[in-house]
């Protein structure tokens, strides 16, 4: 993969957060993107939603597939763990990695492409079991890596640059993810920053499979009249239902908001994932009205951005399976092999 490295200087009156990190610690290489490209947006975003969170670099795990949107973890998170993985494998390598040591925050990144074809059935699966991460979908309507083919999140109708018209169904990712039993699902835009950062904010301390799928336009082949994953397009048609506050448990909450303008949900860490309803009769919490919702305004051809649902008492496929609390590479040869008496009872369970 062509990367360049950042130049080591920076700024000595950068600011640095609780940890003693600048944001220059959770950049990347630099980035090797078309100019403009939305997928750098979501990387700037990650980076600032990690500064706030104040996060250490050394307890994430970034995963990838193949695609322009895979190519974006090498740009941000340089201290961190990364795999960049085979095209649509990387939810069931994320899996393995999370099985294997759930004390890390499990980043998965992916594309339309990557998501919605070749790995639709691994994006469904991982959801599904339940495993903690945040699934970023980078979505821009097309392969751009190769060149602008429409891709399955395509809406039917659309244009290509060269003038093909999209005849298919589009695939809506949130709406998978709903059925697939999400406990997080949010879509945002890479050119909104301030409902994107506290969105992954929120997600990266929900204890459960959090998806956000980021409508990000690709200028190189998708950002043309006609196209319904252009800047244009998704400016004028987004139609937020909410905007979103993130709250560390430990900070005092000050601010102060007009009766039935805003709504406080508490996850189970105690931090607060505060609402500010724009659609007064959205509820994050109803499955059902959300996708509702959500067919509807599609129907209508409008973009619904936000929290779109939340379960804030997750559960996470560690629970499901009551695995030990400490990651496999620690485990002694005693706790690894507990002896024939131990495989004994094992045994009996499956008689
Ligand atoms: C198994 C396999 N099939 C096909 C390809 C070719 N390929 C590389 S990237 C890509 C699509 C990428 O699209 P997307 O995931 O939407 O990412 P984008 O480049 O649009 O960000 C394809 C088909 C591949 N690398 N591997
Ligand atoms: S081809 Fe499209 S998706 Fe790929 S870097 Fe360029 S603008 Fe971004
Ligand atoms: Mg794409």
Redesign the pocket.
């Known amino acids: 993969m062509t990367y360049l490295a950042k130049p080591k200087f920076r700024h000595p009156g950068l600011e640095v957060n609780a940890r003693g990190f600048t944001h220059r610690d959770y950049e990347g290489a630099i980035s090797t993107l078309c100019a403009g490209c939305g997928?750098d947006s979501i990387s700037a975003a990650l980076i600032q939603a990690c500064f706030e969170l104040n996060i250490e670099p050394h307890r994430v795990a970034k995963l990838s597939?193949?695609?322009?949107?895979?190519k974006t973890p090498d740009y941000f998170l340089g201290q961190s763990h990364g795999f960049n993985s085979?095209?649509g494998r990387m939810p069931s390598v994320l899996t393995g990695a999370n099985l294997a040591n759930k004390e890390l925050l499990y980043l998965g990144i992916?594309?339309?492409?990557?998501s919605a074809s070749?790995g639709l059935g691994q994006f469904v699966h991982c959801i599904r079991r339940g495993v903690n991460m945040v699934y970023i979908t980078?979505n821009?309507g097309?392969?751009?890596?190769?060149k602008g083919q429409f891709?399955a999140t395509a809406d039917r109708g659309s244009k290509s640059k060269a003038g093909g018209t999209n005849n298919d169904s589009p695939i809506d990712l949130v709406g998978m993810a709903l059925l697939a039993g999400a406990t997080f699902v949010a879509r945002s835009f890479s050119g909104d920053k301030g409902q994107l950062v506290p969105l992954i904010k929120a997600a990266m301390t929900h204890n459960g499979p959090a998806f956000i799928d980021v409508i990000s336009p690709?200028i190189a082949f998708n950002n043309h009249a006609g196209s319904t994953k252009s800047f244009d397009f998704v400016r004028e048609h987004n139609e937020a239902v909410n905007r979103v506050d993130f709250i560390e448990g430990r900070d005092e909450i000050t601010a102060d908001y007009a009766p039935g303008s805003s709504h406080d949900v508490e996850q189970h860490d105690g931090s607060i994932i505060r609402l500010h309803k724009i659609e007064p009769s959205y509820d994050p919490t109803d499955k059902v009205s959300a996708m509702d919702f959500l067919q509807r305004h599609h129907a209508k051809g409008e973009l619904v951005t936000g929290l779109l649902y939340l379960d804030s008492h997750p559960r996470d496929l560690h629970g499901y399976l009551g695995t030990v609390d400490s990651p496999l590479n620690r485990l002694n040869e005693k706790e690894l092999c507990p002896g024939s008496a131990a495989l004994e009872s094992i045994n009996d369970e499956y008689r």
């Open positions: 997928h597939g193949i695609g322009c949107s895979s085979v095209h992916s594309g339309d492409g990557d070749i980078e821009n097309v392969y751009g890596l190769t891709s690709c």
